[in-house]
Every structure is written in structure tokens, then in C-alpha cells.
């Protein structure tokens, strides 16, 4: 099964809270799990990415938590500004092979 | 040190007409992939290019869709006698040859409008 299934559809957060966009997957070949911006009119831009062997990983403000038993990982975003309002894609990738496979998408909207 | 550019930005085309899209990769990159994205969807794989080769194109539909990497010049994607469904936006990305942590860069994107 290919498929990632990412939640919810849509976020509004106030300014300063933390923002918390999750994603489940079914294959188990999948190694190599990035989340991607989306600004309207642009294409997506690489956030972060982590792979199975680690829990966690933090970029400034961004964090991805990743649980390999439950097949899920999520992407927190700390300290939320209205300047990360925008469409958030969690994705994964197996092995030697170069596809993406997105979800579908989450259009966060951090209020001032 | 430009990015990955993709022209044109807008198409607009009548149904039945050929669409085709432009995408020059990063320098430096030599594998070049194709997405679409529906609205209010994700983006869904197409096909990936080397120089002169198609390396994956399962997520291209069979028919009317055709891609090329060139030795010389751009990715081409070109969609024959397109239809209302075909209305999407096409992004296309590039990765370096030795890159190892898959990560790519993506282009802003054309916008196929078929009316």
C-alpha cells in the first residue's frame, strides 16, 4: 500500500501556539520521510526530513516526531508565527526509489 | 544560482489542443521529475528522467502524456489533446546525480487551465 494519509485537512492556530500536523503510512519499504511548505502560486519547499532510525529531529522551530512501530510521524511547529500560514505535505519515499508519495495536504492558518 | 525554472507559469488551452511544459533543472542536477497536483490534493508522481531516459514513468497516465530529458535543453512534458481533466498545476523538481539524501527541489509550477 502506498498511500499516506495526513490530518487534519485544516489548522488555525493562534500566534504563538504550537501546530501539529500528523501523518500515517502503511508501507514498511518507506524510508525517508520529508514535510514540505506549499506558499499559494509556489511550489512545495523542503522543511525537514527524517529517517527510521532516529524518534525525532528539530530544525529551529520545526520538529518531526516519528513513531516506527505505529507506522506514524508528525511535524510540530513551535512558537507559530502568521508568516507559516501555508499548505504543509508530509511525504515518504522507499529505497532506491526517486517518487514521492504525498498526502494530501494541511492548510495552516496561524492568526496574529 | 537559479533555481529549478518552469515556463511557462499560466497555459491556458482549448480542449483538444497539445499543452506542452518546460522545466530546466538546478545546475548541477541531472534527474528530473515530473507532479501534478488536483486541486486541493497532494502531488501526485508522474515520471522521473535522467539525460536521454526515462527512468520511472508509472504514474503517467497511457495516453496523450509523453515526457523527455533532452541531451541538450529542457524537460518536456507534453500532454496531447487535453481535456477538462487534464487542469492542474504540473511541478516539476530536479535532484544533483550523487544526491544522497533524495531531497529535491521543486520549480513554482505551470498552471494548465483547459477551457
Known amino acids: 500500500q502506498q498511500q499516506v494519509k495526513q490530518s487534519p485537512q485544516s489548522l488555525i492556530v493562534q500566534k504563538g501556539g504550537i501546530s501539529i500536523i500528523n501523518c500515517a503510512y502503511e508501507?514498511?519499504?518507506?524510508?525517508?520521510f520529508p514535510w514540505y511548505q506549499q506558499f499559494p502560486g509556489k511550489g512545495p519547499a523542503l522543511l525537514i526530513a527524517?529517517?527510521?532510525?532516529?524518534s525525532e529531529k528539530k530544525e529551529g522551530r520545526f520538529t518531526i516526531s516519528f513513531n516506527k512501530s505505529a507506522k506514524q510521524f508528525s511535524l510540530h511547529i513551535m512558537d507559530s508565527q502568521p508568516g507559516d500560514s501555508a499548505t504543509y505535505f508530509c511525504?515518504?519515499?522507499?529505497?532506491?526509489?526517486?517518487?514521492?508519495?504525498f498526502g494530501s495536504g494541511t492548510q495552516l492558518t496561524v492568526l496574529p | 544560482n537559479a533555481g529549478v525554472m518552469q515556463n511557462p507559469r499560466h497555459l491556458v488551452r482549448r480542449r483538444g489542443q497539445e499543452a506542452r511544459l518546460r522545466c530546466s533543472p538546478m545546475?548541477?542536477?541531472?534527474?528530473v521529475y515530473w507532479y501534478r497536483q488536483l486541486p486541493e490534493e497532494g502531488l501526485k508522481f508522474m515520471v522521473y528522467?535522467?539525460?536521454?531516459?526515462?527512468?520511472?514513468e508509472s504514474g503517467m497516465p497511457k495516453e496523450r502524456f509523453s515526457a523527455e530529458f533532452p541531451k541538450e535543453g529542457p524537460s518536456i512534458l507534453r500532454i496531447q489533446q487535453v481535456v477538462r481533466g487534464d487542469s492542474a498545476a504540473y511541478f516539476c523538481?530536479?535532484?544533483?546525480?550523487?544526491?544522497?539524501?533524495?531531497?529535491?527541489?521543486f520549480g513554482s509550477g505551470t498552471r494548465l487551465t483547459v477551457v
Open positions: 523538481a530536479s535532484s544533483p546525480a550523487q544526491g544522497a539524501n533524495y531531497g529535491y527541489t
Open positions: 508501507n514498511t519499504a518507506f524510508d525517508y
Open positions: 527524517i529517517r527510521p532510525d532516529v
Open positions: 511525504a515518504a519515499s522507499r529505497g532506491s526509489a526517486r517518487q514521492l508519495t
Open positions: 545546475k548541477g542536477h541531472s534527474h
Open positions: 528522467l535522467q539525460k536521454e531516459n526515462i527512468i520511472d
